[in-house]
C-alpha cells in the first residue's frame, strides 16, 4: 500500500511529503473522508434498490427491518410489465438527443457569428443576450406557456428541444471558446472561397470538439431532469418523459388503488437501471467529457 | 470591383446595397439562434412584464391595473417566506451545493489507491434523474423515529429529528438532496483543472519552502479559480431553478419554509389561476438576478493573480 | 462513429415523426369520446372492465369510438390542460370544483341534454346544487357522494381495551346498553391515542393530513365539531365574510397542536391524501380521517385486513356540533367537446351504471362494477349513490347488500347518521380556502411548542378575505 504513496510525484503532496508521520495521517484521512463521500453516494440508491422489493405495509412498518421479507424479483418484472417503461424511456432519449443537438447547433451557430462573422448590428443582439444572461426562461412560465399553446406546439418535442438552442450561457461557453482560436483558421477558409455557412461546419465544428463535448453534456444532464415545461407541455401519456411520468405517478398514487408507495419504489428502481447499464457502458466517455469541463486559464 | 464605380458611393441605396452584401450571410447565420431567442426568452420575458402590471383572467390580460398584482403579491405572507428563502436557498447552496465538490475535488485528485473507484463511486448519483432523486430521499427523510434515517441517528446516539417538517433543516435538507445529486459532475470538472496544474509551479513552491498549506493557496486555487467561477455561476442559476424539489419533498412546506420564488409563480398561475401575481413575482425573480448579476461582475472584475505569477516565474527560473 | 449517430438519430427522429402522425390519421369518421376517468394502466382488472363496457357501449352505438384518456384531476394541472384544450370529454372532479370551472367556461352546460334524459329530476338536490351554477343551469353528473368519518384500525383498539369482542370473534363497538365504545369525542380521541403510543413503538393514534389541500378539507370539518358555525358566513350586506379564526377553529388547530406536543399524531407536517392509508397500512397509527368512499385504499395498496375496519361517525369537539364533511365526485363535460360528443359521453355513463336507469344494461354494469371490485378482494359497502328515483335505489341496494363482504355492522352507525350530520362543503374557493389552512397546520405540526393558532389562523383569514372573497 505505501509503495504507491512512495512514487507519487505530482500534485500537493508528494513521496517527500509522505515521510513525515503527519502527512501520512494526513493521507489517510483524506482517504477515509473520500470512502465516507463515496459510502453516502452509494448507499441510498442501494437502501433504495433493496427497499424496492418489500411490500407496502413492510415499508414503514416499525421496528424497522432493512431487508425485506423475500426478493420478489417477480414484483420488478410485473410492475415493469404493468406501466411499459421502456416507452417513458424512449420519449425521454428522444427529448435529451433534440435537446443536445440543438444546443449545439443553434447556441454555437450564434456564436459562432458574434465571435468570427460580426456582421453589422450583431452587437445589439450580443448586448440582449447578455442582458438576460442568468434569467432562465422559466421565469416568465405564462406567456411562454401561452405562445407554446398558440404555436400548436402543445404535446410536441418541439419545444423541449428548441429551449435548450436559446441559452446564453451555453452560448457564452462557445463564443470565448471561438474566439480563442487561432484567427489565421477562418481567413485561410475565407480565402478558399468557403461560405460562412460551410465554413462554421468545416472548419469550426472539427476544431471545437472539447467545447461541443462540455455543452453536450451540460445540456444532456440539464434535458435528462429537465421538469417543468415538460411537465406543462407532455399531456399525453405515451409523449411522457421518465421524469414527468414518475412525477405523475407520485402525485396521483392517492386515488389509484394499489399502486402504493412500494410500487412507486419499484418504479424508481426501475427508472436506474437502465441508466447503469449505460453508464457501465459509457462511463469512459461520460466522466471522460465532463473533464473537459475544466477551463483552462 | 468595375462595375462599383458606376454607382454614387456616396448613395443611400448603394450603402445599403453595400450593406447588405456584406452582412447578407452573418444575418441570416444569426436568425436561427435569435428567433429561438425570441420565443423562448424575450418574447416571453417582455410579455412578463406587461402581464405584470395587467389584471388577468385565465392567461388574458383584461385591462391595466397600475401596481396592483405586486401590491398583492408583496402583501401575501408566502411571497416573503419565498423573498427570504431564495436568498437561503442562495446561502446553503454556496456552503454545501458549492465547496463540497471543490473540497471533494482537491482530495480526490491527492489520492493514489482506488482513485478509479473513487471517481465513479461519487459520479454515480448524477446518473440517476432528479425525480428519482428526490422521492428517494423524501421516503429516507422520514419523520417517524423508527424509520430508516432516525434509526442510524439512534444508533449513533443523535437524538432523532423531523428532518423536511423541521422548518430549519427543510432548506439545507433540499440543498443536500440536490448536492448529492448534482455534485459528482461537478468534482470531476475539478479534477481536470487540478490534474492540468503543470508540476513545475509545485516543484518551485517547494524548493522555495512553501508548506502544503501555502501550496494549496498560492499554487492549486489560483490555477482552478476560472473553473470556480464558472461553477459559481452555474450553481447560482441553479438556486433560481429550484422547483420540484420542494414540489416534491415538501408541497413548499412546512408553511412555506421551503417554497421557492419560481415555484410559487406557478402556484399563482396555475393554482390560484392568478397569472397576474405569477408575472409580477417572476419579475421580481428577475431583478432579484439582474442585481446579483451586477454585483457578481464587480466583485470579479478580471485582476490579474500577482501570487500566481511569482510562482510561474520560479518555474520558470528552475527550468533554465 | 460519427456517422453511425447521425443515422441513429435521424432513424429516431423519423420513427417519432412517423408514429406521431400515425397516431393522429387515426381519424375514422366517428365521433371520437375521450374518457377522462378511464383507469390507471396498472389496474389491470379495472381496464378491463372499462373495455367491456366500451365493447357493450361501440356495439349499440356504432357512430361513437371511446378512447380512453386518463385524467386525474388535480387542482394545479386543470389550468394547463383547459387553456391548451387537452381536456377529455368527460373526467371526473370533486364536489368543490364546479363552481371555479363553470367560472372559467371550461365545463359545458348539460342541463338540456340531461332533460332529454330524464335524468335530471332523479338526481340528488344536494348533489345537484352542487354542480349547478347560480342560475340552476347544470354541469354534471355525480357519480357518488362521501361523508368524512373515522377509520379505526379495530385490531388494535381492541389490543389496547377501547373496544370488545363478542363470543363470534366479532369486534363490538358498543357496550351492552347500546353506547358506543369507540371514541366519540375528540378528547376521547386523545384517551385512545394515549393508549396507543403507550402499547406500541413508533406508534401514533391518529394521523392529520397537511399537504395538497388536504390538511384543511380535515380541518374544516373539525373546526366545524369545535363549535365554528361556517369558515364562511354571509354577513347582512349579502356578501360573504372569512370566518377562519372562529373560536371553534382556534380550539381545533389547539387540540391538533396539543396532540402534536404530546407526541400522539404522526410527526410530518408534509401529509398528503396517500399518507392517511399509508400509516393505517403499515399501522404507524390507529385512526384517521377520510372520506366513505375510499375506505379501501389501505385494504387494495397495503393489504390492510379488511374484517379490522370500523367507519364510525366524526366525533365532537365541545359536545353537541357533530358534521359530517359531505363531498363528493362528479363527471363534468369539457366545453370544448361537441353536443355530440357530450351526448355519447352521457350515454356511456349509462354503460357503467352511472346514471338513474335500469334496464338491463345499467344493472349488469352495475353488477361488473361489483364484481371487478370483489374480484380484487375489496371490502365492498354501501355507496352514498347520487339518484333518487325509487327504481334505481332499490336495485342499486339490493346489488350493495348481495355483493357486500363486509360486516355491515361496523359501519352501520355512521350511514345511520350521514343524513342527519352531512353538510356540504364551503360554497366559495374551497380549495383554496384549504390551501390556506394547509400552511396554518404545517405551521402548527413544524412549530408544536411555539406556534400560536389563533394568529396563524388570523393571517389565514386575512389572507383569504383579501384575495378570495373579496373578488366575489
Known amino acids: 500500500m505505501l509503495k504507491r504513496l512512495k512514487s507519487k510525484s505530482s500534485g500537493i503532496l508528494t513521496a517527500a511529503d509522505y515521510k513525515k508521520v503527519g502527512f501520512r495521517i494526513v493521507y489517510w484521512i483524506i482517504f477515509f473522508i473520500l470512502s465516507v463521500a463515496v459510502l453516502t453516494a452509494l448507499t441510498p440508491v442501494l437502501w433504495l434498490f433493496i427497499s424496492s422489493f418489500k411490500n407496502a405495509e413492510e415499508l414503514t ?27 417513458y424511456f424512449l420519449n425521454t432519449i428522444i427529448v435529451v438527443v433534440g435537446a443536445v443537438l440543438c444546443s449545439v447547433v443553434f447556441n454555437g451557430l450564434l456564436a459562432y457569428v458574434f465571435a468570427i462573422v460580426k456582421p453589422k448590428g450583431y452587437k445589439i443582439f450580443y448586448g440582449l443576450v447578455m442582458a438576460s444572461y442568468m434569467i432562465p426562461a422559466l421565469m416568465s412560465i405564462v406567456p411562454l406557456y401561452k405562445q407554446i399553446i398558440d404555436f400548436g406546439l402543445i404535446n410536441t418535442y418541439i419545444p423541449l428541444w428548441f429551449m435548450f438552442g436559446a441559452n446564453a450561457y451555453y452560448l457564452i461557453m462557445f463564443k470565448n471558446y471561438f474566439e480563442s482560436l487561432p484567427k489565421a483558421l477562418f481567413e485561410a477558409a475565407e480565402m478558399d472561397r468557403c461560405g460562412k455557412f460551410k465554413a462554421f461546419f468545416k472548419v469550426v465544428i472539427p476544431m471545437s470538439r472539447p467545447i461541443i463535448g462540455v455543452v453536450a453534456i451540460f445540456t444532456m444532464t440539464a434535458a435528462w431532469s429537465d421538469f417543468l415545461l415538460p411537465y406543462l407541455v407532455l399531456n399525453d401519456d405515451s409523449m411522457m418523459t421518465v421524469m414527468v411520468k414518475i412525477y405523475n405517478l407520485q402525485s396521483t398514487m392517492g386515488t389509484v388503488q394499489g399502486f402504493g408507495p412500494d410500487k412507486l419504489l419499484m418504479i424508481l428502481t426501475i427508472s436506474i437501471l437502465p441508466q447503469i447499464v449505460i453508464f457501465a457502458l459509457f462511463q469512459k466517455q461520460i466522466t471522460g467529457s465532463s473533464a473537459v469541463g475544466a477551463v483552462k486559464e | 470591383m468595375k462595375k462599383e464605380k458606376l454607382y454614387d458611393r456616396s448613395s443611400v441605396s448603394y450603402k445599403a446595397k453595400r450593406l447588405f452584401k456584406r452582412n447578407w450571410s452573418g444575418w441570416l447565420l444569426m436568425l436561427p439562434g435569435l428567433l429561438l431567442f425570441l420565443f423562448f426568452v424575450w418574447a416571453p420575458l417582455a410579455q412578463n412584464v406587461i402581464l405584470s402590471f395587467n389584471e388577468t383572467k385565465g392567461f388574458e390580460s383584461v385591462g391595466f391595473n397600475n401596481f396592483d398584482n405586486y401590491i398583492r403579491v408583496f402583501n401575501d405572507p408566502m ?29 480526490l485528485s491527492e489520492v493514489v489507491h482506488f482513485k478509479p473507484f473513487f471517481r465513479l463511486g461519487i459520479y454515480f448519483p448524477s446518473i440517476v434523474s432528479g425525480i428519482a432523486v428526490v422521492i428517494m430521499w423524501s421516503y429516507l427523510f422520514d419523520p417517524n423515529p423508527g424509520a430508516v434515517l432516525n434509526q442510524l441517528l439512534t444508533a449513533l446516539g443523535i437524538p432523532v429529528s423531523q428532518f423536511l417538517s423541521n422548518p430549519s433543516l427543510t432548506i439545507p435538507l433540499i440543498v443536500v438532496t440536490m448536492t448529492w445529486r448534482g455534485a459528482g459532475g461537478t468534482v470531476l470538472v475539478y479534477l481536470s483543472a487540478l490534474q492540468n496544474i503543470d508540476n513545475s509551479q509545485y516543484e518551485a513552491a517547494r524548493m522555495d519552502g512553501a508548506g502544503a498549506l501555502s501550496r494549496v493557496l498560492h499554487v492549486t486555487l489560483p490555477h482552478i479559480m476560472p473553473t470556480i467561477r464558472m461553477l459559481f455561476i452555474l450553481q447560482i ?6 422547483f420540484y424539489e420542494p414540489l416534491v419533498m415538501t408541497s413548499g412546506g412546512p408553511d412555506g419554509a421551503s417554497i421557492s420564488l419560481l415555484l410559487l409563480s406557478y402556484r399563482y398561475a396555475f393554482e390560484s389561476f392568478d397569472a397576474g401575481a405569477s408575472a409580477a413575482t417572476g419579475v421580481i425573480l428577475a431583478v432579484i438576478i439582474i442585481i446579483l448579476t451586477v454585483i457578481y461582475l464587480r466583485i470579479s472584475m478580471p485582476k490579474k493573480d500577482k501570487v500566481s505569477n511569482k510562482w510561474r516565474r520560479y518555474a520558470e527560473k528552475v527550468k533554465k | 462513429m460519427k456517422k453511425w449517430l447521425c443515422a441513429a438519430v435521424a432513424a429516431i427522429v423519423g420513427v417519432v415523426s412517423l408514429l406521431s402522425f400515425g397516431a393522429c390519421g387515426k381519424g375514422n369518421g366517428k365521433i371520437k369520446v375521450s374518457i377522462g376517468m378511464w383507469p390507471d394502466p396498472t389496474l389491470t382488472k379495472d381496464v378491463e372492465m372499462y373495455q367491456k363496457w366500451e365493447e357493450a357501449f361501440e356495439r349499440d352505438y356504432p357512430q361513437y369510438d371511446i378512447v380512453g384518456d386518463r385524467y386525474e384531476y388535480s387542482a394545479d394541472t386543470i389550468m394547463a390542460k383547459a387553456t391548451s384544450k387537452q381536456l377529455p370529454t368527460v373526467f371526473q372532479t370533486y364536489f368543490t370544483e364546479p363552481q371555479k370551472l363553470i367560472e372559467n367556461g371550461w365545463v359545458a352546460d348539460i342541463t338540456d341534454q340531461l332533460n332529454e334524459l330524464g335524468w335530471l329530476d332523479k338526481m340528488d338536490v344536494d348533489m345537484r346544487a352542487a354542480v349547478s351554477d347560480s342560475a340552476g343551469r347544470c354541469y354534471g353528473v355525480p357519480r357518488d357522494g362521501y361523508g368524512m368519518g ?66 384543511g378539507w380535515q380541518f374544516t370539518n373539525m373546526a366545524w365539531n369545535f363549535g365554528c358555525a361556517a369558515m364562511q358566513v354571509r354577513g347582512a350586506d349579502g356578501k360573504y365574510k372569512a370566518n377562519l379564526n372562529d373560536a371553534g ?23 398528503t391524501y396517500v399518507d392517511w392509508y399509508s400509516k393505517i397500512g403499515s399501522k404507524n397509527v390507529a385512526m384517521a380521517f377520510c372520506g366513505n368512499d375510499n375506505i379501501m385504499m389501505p385494504v387494495t395498496t397495503f393489504n390492510f385486513n379488511k374484517d379490522d375496519i370500523a367507519f364510525v361517525p366524526m366525533p365532537t369537539g365541545d359536545g353537541q356540533s357533530r358534521y359530517s364533511l359531505y363531498g363528493g365526485t362528479p363527471f363534468v363535460f369539457s366545453s370544448y367537446a361537441t353536443e355530440e360528443q357530450i351526448k355519447g359521453a352521457l350515454l356511456f355513463l349509462k354503460y357503467m351504471g352511472r346514471s338513474p336507469e335500469t334496464d338491463e344494461i345499467s344493472v349488469s354494469a352495475i353488477e361488473v362494477g361489483h364484481q371487478t371490485a370483489q374480484a380484487k378482494a375489496m371490502p365492498i359497502i354501501q355507496t352514498i349513490r347520487p339518484w333518487t328515483n325509487a327504481e334505481f335505489l332499490e336495485i342499486a341496494n339490493r346489488l350493495d347488500k348481495q355483493y357486500t363482504n363486509v360486516n355491515p355492522y361496523y359501519y352501520a352507525d355512521f350511514f345511520d347518521s350521514l343524513e342527519q350530520m352531512k353538510r356540504p362543503e364551503e360554497p366559495y374557493y374551497c380549495q383554496d380556502m384549504y390551501k390556506l389552512l394547509d400552511n396554518a397546520i404545517q405551521n402548527v405540526l413544524s412549530n408544536p411548542g411555539t406556534a400560536n393558532c389563533k394568529s396563524l389562523l388570523d393571517t389565514a383569514n386575512s389572507q383569504f378575505q383579501s384575495n378570495y372573497l373579496n373578488k366575489l
Open chain 1, 61 to 87: 412498518a416499525t421496528p424497522y427491518h432493512l431487508f425485506p421479507e423475500a426478493f420478489n424479483f417477480n414484483k420488478l418484472a410485473e410492475v415493469w410489465q404493468m406501466l411499459n417503461f421502456w416507452q
Open chain 2, 79 to 107: 411571497f416573503t417566506k419565498a423573498l427570504a428563502n431564495t436568498f437561503k436557498y442562495i446561502l446553503w447552496s454556496i456552503i454545501i451545493g458549492f465547496l463540497v465538490p471543490i473540497f471533494l475535488g482537491l482530495l
Open chain 2, 237 to 242: 442559476i441553479s438556486v433560481f431553478q429550484v
Open chain 3, 150 to 215: 373515522l377509520f379505526l384500525n379495530c385490531a388494535m383498539l381492541y389490543d389496547v381495551g377501547v373496544i370488545d369482542k363478542d363470543a363470534d370473534g366479532n369486534y363490538k363497538l358498543h357496550d351492552d346498553e347500546g353506547n358506543p365504545l369507540y371514541p366519540t369525542t375528540f378528547d376521547e380521541i386523545r384517551e385512545v391515542s394515549e393508549r396507543i403510543v403507550e402499547s406500541y413503538d413508533n406508534t401514533y393514534g391518529l394521523v392529520i393530513l397537511s399537504a395538497n389541500n388536504n390538511g
Open chain 3, 249 to 271: 377553529a382556534v380550539k381545533a388547530l389547539e387540540w391538533i397542536q396539543d396532540m402534536a406536543n404530546d407526541g400522539l399524531i404522526y410527526p410530518d407536517a408534509s401529509l
